[in-house]
């Protein structure tokens, strides 16, 4: 299999990593391809979109000719899983507590509503175990993290997290063979990218 990391900004390098180490515990082949450009993304299985900052992932996909690409494929069916800021960007509608509508370039794939910096700063980074519908728990660490607000349509809520205003609200999503996470599972458990490796197979039964 060949699975793609896209590589315009942001955490890719743990990606790899994790994606390296969940191939060889389910014992498959895969190569790992750092997504930079348009021709890369040709004959991938699977996709993660890292976290980072959503809006320089968007605008740097736009201008590599990326954004109408990646939208395509994903449309297409290629499974795709986006952490953090690869979150924010898949989804179709994105927020901010200050302006409202960001306008920023999104990929617009995911039926998700998320809020950008949801639970504040970078100093109210914080984790916490999550029990995530058909995975297990994970650890799950929350840097500058959006919140999923409303998922409709297909997509569907796989865990919630507490928010200290808002209630629980959406920690990760799947809608077909697209997943979103709000948090940063490279940086602590592979059993994520697993599952993504393992909706990539089933696809080619
Ligand atoms: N706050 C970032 C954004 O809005 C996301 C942070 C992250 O990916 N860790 O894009």
Same mark, same amino acid.
């Given at each position: 299999? &060949?699975?793609?990391?896209?590589?315009?900004?942001?955490?890719? @390098?743990?990606?790899?990593?994790? =994606?390296?180490?969940?191939?060889?515990?389910?014992?498959?082949?895969?190569?790992? $391809?750092? +997504?930079?450009?348009?021709?890369? *993304?040709?004959?991938?299985?699977? *996709?993660?979109?890292?976290?980072? @900052?959503? %809006?320089? =992932?968007?605008?740097?996909?736009?201008?590599?000719?990326? !954004?109408?690409?990646? &939208?395509?494929?994903? =449309?297409?069916?290629?499974?795709?899983?986006?952490?953090?800021?690869?979150?924010?960007?898949?989804?179709?509608?994105?927020?901010?507590?200050?302006?409202? @509508?960001?306008?920023?370039?999104?990929?617009?794939?995911?039926?998700?509503?998320? +809020?950008?910096?949801?639970?504040? &700063?970078?100093?109210?980074?914080?984790?916490? /175990? *999550?029990? =995530? /519908?058909? $995975?297990?728990?994970?650890?799950? +660490?929350?840097? &500058?993290?959006?919140?999923?607000?409303?998922?409709?349509?297909?997509?569907?809520?796989?865990?919630?997290?507490?928010?200290?205003?808002?209630?629980?609200?959406?920690?990760?999503?799947? @809608?077909?063979?697209?997943?979103? %996470? +709000?948090?940063?599972?490279?940086? %602590?458990?592979?059993?994520?990218?697993?599952? !993504? !490796?393992?909706?990539?197979? /089933?696809?080619?039964?």
């Amino acid at each position: 299999m &060949r699975v793609g990391v896209l590589a315009l900004q942001g955490d890719a @390098e743990e990606h790899e990593y994790a =994606i390296k180490r969940a191939s060889e515990e389910l014992g498959i082949n895969v190569d790992v $391809i750092r +997504v930079k450009n348009t021709e890369q *993304l040709s004959d991938l299985n699977a *996709l993660v979109i890292p976290g980072g @900052e959503s %809006t320089t =992932i968007g605008s740097l996909a736009r201008r590599t000719g990326l !954004l109408d690409r990646l &939208r395509g494929s994903i =449309i297409n069916g290629l499974p795709t899983l986006g952490t953090c800021a690869g979150a924010i960007f898949m989804a179709r509608e994105v927020r901010d507590s200050v302006v409202g @509508e960001t306008g920023q370039p999104i990929l617009g794939v995911m039926d998700i509503a998320v +809020v950008r910096n949801a639970f504040g &700063r970078q100093r109210d980074s914080f984790e916490t /175990d *999550l029990s =995530i /519908d058909g $995975i297990g728990t994970v650890r799950a +660490v929350f840097i &500058r993290a959006p919140a999923i607000i409303k998922a409709w349509g297909n997509a569907r809520p796989l865990a919630y997290v507490k928010h200290p205003k808002l209630g629980n609200v959406i920690a990760a999503a799947q @809608e077909n063979s697209m997943i979103a %996470t +709000v948090f940063h599972p490279e940086l %602590t458990t592979m059993k994520i990218h697993k599952y !993504l !490796l393992e909706v990539a197979m /089933d696809k080619q039964r």
